[in-house]
């Protein structure tokens, strides 16, 4: 009985130091998320730099993550959720309302991106672990636009608008477009299996007809959109077999 306990003892020793020398904890190396809350559509139809808050849109976040280091991770990226921009909700520039552009689309990306933890929380236990990523993505679109609503008399005849209008009717909106995936966001872990999350996540794209609108608004600019989001991450996978003390 002393040499089982013996024998553990030095299993347990050589398992402690290695992942002393690592600095490894006991938890599981994969992990899944599941996170709402809005996209926030940045296009032609709104004044503000920073997009749309008066049209944001429900989303929902799936991820699926492997845990590779102290710092650095690889996840799968699922969202799903709906964009809308809409001149009349704003007042200011006057012309906005005049125009009345509108368009809605509902949006399915996947994404991967690598994930980068600067303060080497990706074992922690428990605590607060803070994370950059970025990554390749595509999303599937459904554009609807509409400019029957415009006042034509308020522009004029002299206006190019009708034109440039005429240009955008006759090009079709994407169905999908490519996207780069930022995103910076918290994880604050409750136990070795359980925590909690949140995120923003930027999508730049290469595409000025997310909105179904270029020439006959802002042609010098793509369309972009981003989301916030929380939710709850677990931790799976099997833990350190032999039960050893982790650091």
């Given at each position: 009985?002393?040499?089982?306990?013996?024998?553990?003892?030095?299993?347990?020793?050589?398992?402690?130091?290695?992942?002393?020398?690592?600095?490894?904890?006991?938890?599981?190396?994969?992990?899944?998320?599941?996170?709402?809350?809005?996209?926030?559509?940045?296009?032609?139809?709104?004044?503000?730099?920073?997009?749309?808050?008066?049209?944001?849109?429900?989303?929902?976040?799936?991820?699926?993550?492997?845990?590779?280091?102290?710092?650095?991770?690889?996840?799968?990226?699922?969202?799903?959720?709906?964009?809308?921009?809409?001149?009349?909700?704003?007042?200011?520039?006057e012309y906005r309302?005049?125009?009345?552009?509108?368009?809605q689309s509902p949006v399915a990306e996947v994404a991967v991106q690598g994930e980068w933890a600067p303060l080497g929380t990706n074992y922690r236990e428990r605590g607060f672990s803070p994370y950059i990523s970025a990554g390749i993505g595509y999303s599937f679109l459904h554009v609807k636009r509409d400019y029957s609503r415009m006042n034509v008399a308020y522009f004029g005849a002299e206006s190019d608008l009708m034109p440039r209008l005429a240009e955008d009717a006759a090009t079709s909106p994407p169905r999908g477009v490519v996207t780069i995936p930022v995103s910076v966001g918290a994880r604050y872990y409750l136990n070795d299996r359980w925590g909690v999350s949140l995120e923003t996540n930027y999508r730049i794209t290469s595409s000025d007809y997310i909105d179904g609108f270029s020439r006959s608004a802002n042609p010098s600019r793509n369309d972009?959109?981003?989301?916030?989001?929380?939710?709850?991450?677990?931790?799976?996978?099997?833990?350190?077999m032999y039960g050893c003390p982790t650091y």
């Open positions: 009985m002393k040499n089982i306990f013996s024998g553990a003892a030095i299993l347990c020793l050589a398992v402690s130091g290695t992942a002393s020398h690592a600095q490894l904890s006991n938890v599981p190396r994969f992990q899944l998320g599941v996170s709402a809350g809005a996209f926030i559509y940045q296009g032609d139809l709104t004044p503000s730099d920073i997009g749309s808050y008066r049209t944001a849109k429900p989303a929902l976040q799936l991820t699926a993550a492997k845990l590779f280091s102290r710092s650095l991770s690889l996840k799968a990226v699922f969202s799903f959720g709906a964009l809308q921009g809409d001149d009349s909700r704003y007042a200011h520039p309302r005049e125009r009345n552009f509108y368009f972009h959109f981003y989301s916030h989001t929380v939710g709850v991450v677990y931790r799976i996978g099997k833990k350190n």
